[in-house]
T-cell receptor
Framework: DAGVIQSPRHEVTEMGQEVTLRCKPISGHDYLFWYRQTMMRGLELLIYFNNNVPIDDSGMPEDRFSAKMPNASFSTLKIQPSEPRDSAVYFC??????????????FGPGTRLLVL | KQEVTQIPAALSVPEGENLVLNCSFTDSAIYNLQWFRQDPGKGLTSLLLIQSSQREQTSGRLNASLDKSSGRSTLYIAASQPGDSATYLCAVDYGNKLVFGAGTILRVKS
């Protein structure tokens, strides 16, 4: 398997523009996670899905952020409108089952977002 | 509040040294604890996972211990090598999410 795939790897945009980040989880994984990593706040969970259904979105910072998982092999994280404080590395991860079992999460390479 | 703290924030050692990275967590109701490695510009790679009922896990030159009652874990790296240079992240699994520490940036000098 190619692992978790994210696109784009880098994104530079101007404040106010819409940004869409994409993720393809490992085939057969039931769980998909979106994280954000910044120097100030470290790595934070934004939202996770189980079998394409959003389970916990309490980490989504505000209404400008939205995430979807239309099928088992694709998810998007959208920011509209984007702001400079959204600049961060966004990671997608997937796992076979939720924590509690001896199961780790597999992380993608991340999307480095810069909002000017 | 579930918080994870890692000490030190950065560490620089000569090649061949044994070293210890520390992780502490405030809420001991954990399912498991994981240590990840992150290389610059890349994602996270899981190194070791210790279930809450276990005391330690070993993989090659890496050994991770867990003391759930005191809220502490250590990652021991034996005979460090320049290729070990990376950021090491501790993550505590509370069943519905991973809570990460800020990481320890390790540099092993040749």
């Amino acid at each position: 398997d190619a692992g978790v795939i994210q696109s784009p790897r880098h994104e530079v945009t101007e404040m106010g523009q819409e940004v869409t980040l994409r993720c393809k989880p490992i085939s057969g994984h039931d769980y998909l996670f979106w994280y954000r990593q910044t120097m100030m706040r470290g790595l934070e969970l934004l939202i996770y899905f189980n079998n394409n259904v959003p389970i916990d979105d309490s980490g989504m910072p505000e209404d400008r952020f939205s995430a979807k998982m239309p099928n088992a092999s694709f998810s998007t994280l959208k920011i509209q409108p984007s702001e400079p404080r959204d600049s961060a590395v966004y990671f997608c991860a997937s796992s076979l089952r939720l924590a509690g079992a001896k199961e780790t999460q597999y992380f993608g390479p991340g999307t480095r977002l810069l909002v000017l | 509040k579930q918080e994870v703290t890692q000490i030190p924030a950065a560490l620089s050692v000569p090649e061949g040294e044994n070293l210890v990275l520390n992780c502490s967590f405030t809420d001991s109701a954990i399912y498991n604890l994981q240590w990840f490695r992150q290389d610059p510009g890349k994602g996270l790679t899981s190194l070791l996972l210790i279930q809450s009922s276990q005391r330690e896990q070993t993989s090659g030159r890496l050994n991770a211990s867990l003391d759930k009652s005191s809220g502490r874990s250590t990652l021991y790296i034996a005979a460090s090598q320049p290729g070990d240079s990376a950021t090491y992240l501790c993550a505590v699994d509370y069943g519905n999410k991973l809570v990460f520490g800020a990481g320890t940036i390790l540099r092993v000098k040749s």
